[in-house]
Every structure is written in C-alpha cells, then in structure tokens.
C-alpha cells in the first residue's frame, strides 16, 4: 500500500525558509518520480515541482530559483526546500506519484507565510 507521511510545514515569516519531507512506502521509490503540489481555498492544485528518478527537475515558474525538490532513495524521502518564502507561497502542500497508473497523495502539510 503506497503511503506518504509529510513533515516541515509551519508558519514563516516573508523571506524565511522551510523544508518540506515526504517519506514513502508501498512501493520502489527510487524508480518512481515524485512531486510537490499544493493548493489553497477555492484554487485548484498547482504543480509545483518534479524530480525523475534519475534526478531531473522542474519547477513552476513562481517558484524559480527559491525552491529545490530534491531525494533520499536510500531514504525514500523527497524534499523541497524553500527560501525567500512570500505570501503568495501559502498554502496546504501536498507529495504526489504516479504508480500502477494510479495518483497517490499525501495528508498535505500546511505553510503559511505571513509577518
């Protein structure tokens, strides 16, 4: 059974910096993509970072030279840090993959950024 347990999220300060961990189970994480959406009230989900198994990134354009998804597979974890965090970052972050042709998701994990 795929399962994701998401830590790191909290409030911030404008200009701060979190870091956001996904570990999972149920399945070979090492060849499997991952990545980080988030979402606030009435918005749809937003992609907002992927990383391939062998390492390769992207990222949504807000976010462009601030965050960094990153990956532990001897750990099975997932990351994304996150510098020069704005209000507009706020939002209920969520891990994702695609395995068996299915999406699976994480509880979510709330970042709040605000003075």
């Known amino acids: 059974q795929v399962q994701f347990v998401e830590s790191g999220g909290g409030l911030v300060q404008p200009g701060g910096s979190l870091r956001l961990s996904c570990a999972a189970s149920g399945f070979i994480f090492s060849i499997h993509a991952m990545g980080w959406y988030r979402q606030t009230l009435g918005k749809q989900r937003e992609l907002v970072a992927t990383?391939?198994?062998?390492?390769?990134?992207t990222y949504v354009d807000s976010v462009k030279g601030r965050f960094t998804i990153s990956r532990d597979n001897a750990k099975n974890t997932v990351y994304l840090q996150m510098s020069s965090l704005k209000p507009e970052d706020t939002a209920v972050y969520y891990c994702?993959?695609?395995?068996?042709?299915?999406?699976?998701w994480g509880q979510g994990t709330q970042v709040t950024v605000s003075s």
């Open positions: 994702h993959t695609v395995y068996d042709i299915s999406d699976y």
């Open positions: 990383i391939t198994s062998g390492g390769s990134t």
